[in-house]
């Protein structure tokens, strides 16, 4: 089994920054990649970005447009994102997850998911 934890989500102003850290514990000796996504209110979970945990090449969702950075530390089984120039519609639970395969972009190829954090831009 693998525990995932989020943390750093809060209320911060339309272009600000905030960092969400998600912290692995457990089984983490398969981890592949790791990924972020964001449920809004009313709408389905989407793709924000993930990073592969060896290479740690990344991937980001079109809405990202260079604003996020996903960043990860091995050592501590820790994977970032620096979420900058923010606005009203990036407000959303945001979950990190976890998998043991090569594919990123969809729900079903995360074996593990946290609990979400909730991010709060307001205009």
């Known amino acids: 089994q693998v525990q995932l934890a989020e943390s750093g989500g809060g209320l911060v102003q339309a272009g600000g920054s905030l960092r969400l850290s998600c912290a692995a514990s457990?089984?983490?000796?398969?981890?592949?990649?790791m990924g972020w996504f964001r449920q809004a209110p009313g709408k389905e979970r989407e793709f924000v970005a993930a990073i592969r945990w060896r290479g740690g090449s990344a991937y980001y969702g079109d809405f990202v447009k260079g604003r996020f950075t996903i960043s990860r530390d091995n050592a501590k089984n820790t994977m970032y994102v620096q979420m900058n120039s923010l606005k009203p519609e990036d407000t959303a639970v945001y979950f990190c997850?976890?998998?043991?395969?090569?594919?990123?972009?969809?729900?079903?190829?995360?074996?593990?998911w946290g609990q979400g954090t909730q991010v709060t831009v307001s205009s």
């Open positions: 997850a976890l998998s043991s395969g090569s594919h990123y972009q969809g729900e079903p190829e995360y074996d593990y």
């Open positions: 457990g089984r983490t000796f398969n981890i592949y990649t």
